[in-house]
């Protein structure tokens, strides 16, 4: 049974930062690519990075450029994201995903989601 585990989510003041990992099981994924997601209170569920499986090709949401950082351990069929300088509006549960393709209709596996709150 394959099962995507979020952790390092919580709560962070406005400018600080946080690391997401997202752990896999039954099976590897080493040729996927793997993303993360993320959906606040009211809204849909909003793309944010993916990366393809080599590690050597990333996509960001605009707004997460330059702020977001989204890379991969296959060794440990792993999946992290360095989220620096957070903002309030950034609050929201974050979602890991991994599938086929690359970009924002990547993935078809998903994890359950760690909350990230951001204090003002």
């Known amino acids: 049974q394959v099962q995507l585990v979020e952790s390092g989510g919580g709560l962070v003041q406005a400018g600080g930062s946080l690391r997401l990992s997202c752990a896999a099981s039954g099976r590897h994924f080493s040729n996927y690519v793997r993303g993360w997601f993320r959906q606040a209170p009211g809204k849909g569920r909003e793309f944010v990075a993916a990366?393809?499986?080599?590690?050597?090709?990333?996509d960001y949401a605009d707004s997460m450029k330059g702020r977001f950082t989204i890379s991969r351990d296959n060794a440990k069929n792993t999946v992290y994201l360095q989220m620096n300088s957070l903002k309030p509006e950034y609050a929201a549960v974050y979602y890991c995903a991994a599938g086929p393709l690359m970009g924002r209709r990547c993935c078809n596996y998903w994890g359950q989601g760690t909350q990230v709150t951001v204090s003002s």
């Open positions: 990366i393809n499986g080599k590690g050597d090709s990333t």
